[in-house]
């Protein structure tokens, strides 16, 4: 039987704003920097509908405002028109985050009729041939067009999510113009996060310095450009910027996500910290687990935080950024980020930049699930 612990809370602690549904592990993508953990959920262990309308519900108590209605490929499932209604039966604002190749105008609008409020839409790169070999799918960037346009026509707010690497970064330009083409109201442009499977294929994946300086600058024009027609969220990757991002807006402060088979994570990467237990909605409560569950407490706020974050003047600016990547780089998750420049081991992170991006990929170089 599934307990209902149900806590005061705590007089720090806030309520969640928003919380990532991943609906399923499934996608008919193998991108090679995928958010999905190595090991995918099978679809036996996937929540079903009523378990995500009754995790909906527990989420808009808490005080979720919206949902990101993630994966792998959310539109895989057969039910997610019920998993929308419910999402709106609880209150709770809907995004859809989307590959877009399966989504069809019928389905589309089937998902408006649930109460579907946004739509986000990714694109691998405006070439269509680089697109389609990064997403490994034949003319699925002809697809995502497609759905894009649909998206707009049926008056449907429109994000376009472009995941930015050495492979594409140099057509930035070009992704910029063709999401304003697409009519998207906003961009976002996503530079690759180095754990799971990006960690695998970094060297693929890292940028050289000059790119990202010419992508800085172009990134930095359009915003101006673009500005009240389009908004643009870009940041300079992690591995090259001077002190680490407030990542998440620090680990279970105000979001979290909710796995295939339930596992309640205080970020979507969460589950690469190995030796991290983290629970379930299948045998705790939301309430339970945002105010006392072990894993959430534990990097939350500064109290956790080893020299030099703890001394540090800019500790309650970033928290002590990304406890993932952190993890993936020193095999501790509470060490300091070493991306920031007083990391004892950020000249580990300068290093591993030069290697990387210094690398041809050979032919086939990239690791799929």
Not at 25 to 45: E, K, M
Request: net charge negative.
């Amino acid at each position: 039987m599934a307990k209902t612990e149900v806590q005061t809370a705590k007089p720090s602690l806030e309520s969640p704003l928003a919380m990532l549904a991943e609906l399923t592990h499934r996608c008919p993508l193998q991108c090679p920097y995928c958010s999905n953990p190595t090991a995918l959920s099978p679809r036996s262990d996937e929540l079903n509908a009523a378990e995500w309308a009754k995790v909906l519900s527990q989420a808009a108590a808490l005080g979720v405002l919206q949902v990101h209605l993630s994966g792998g490929e959310p539109t895989a499932r057969k039910d997610l028109a019920e998993i929308i209604a419910a999402a709106r039966k609880a209150g709770i604002y809907t995004n859809l985050i989307t590959s877009g190749v399966l989504l069809s105008h019928k389905r589309l609008e089937q998902y408006q009729d649930a109460g579907l409020d946004h739509v986000q839409i990714s694109i691998q790169d405006s070439d269509a041939e680089n697109a389609d070999h990064i997403g490994n799918y034949a003319n699925g960037h002809a697809r995502k067009l497609e759905a894009a346009r649909m998206v707009r026509a049926l008056g449907l707010p429109l994000t376009i999510n472009a995941v930015v690497h050495r492979q594409n970064l140099d057509h930035l330009s070009e992704i910029i113009a063709l999401a304003d083409a697409l009519d998207a109201q906003r961009l976002e442009i996503a530079n690759v996060q180095y754990y799971g499977w990006a960690l695998k294929n970094r060297t693929a994946l890292m940028p050289t310095r000059e790119q990202v300086e010419r992508a800085t600058a172009v990134a930095t024009a359009a915003i101006e450009e673009y500005r009240g027609r389009m908004a643009i969220d870009y940041v300079v990757p992690d591995y090259y910027a001077r002190r680490p991002k407030r990542c998440m807006d620090g680990w279970g402060s105000r979001y979290f996500a909710v796995s295939p088979r339930g596992l309640v994570l205080p970020c979507h990467a969460a589950e690469t910290i190995t030796g991290m237990a983290f629970s379930s909605v299948r045998d705790h409560s939301l309430e339970w687990i945002w105010r006392d569950d072990p894993a959430f407490n534990r990097f939350r706020g500064t109290g956790w935080m080893p020299e030099p974050c703890r001394s540090c003047a800019f500790k309650e600016k970033d928290l002590g950024g990304c406890r993932c990547q952190a993890f993936a780089l020193t095999g501790d998750a509470a060490a300091t980020d070493p991306v920031c420049e007083f990391s004892p081991r950020h000249e580990e992170v300068a290093a591993l930049v030069a290697a990387d991006s210094a690398l041809i990929a050979p032919p086939g170089y990239l690791y799929r699930h």
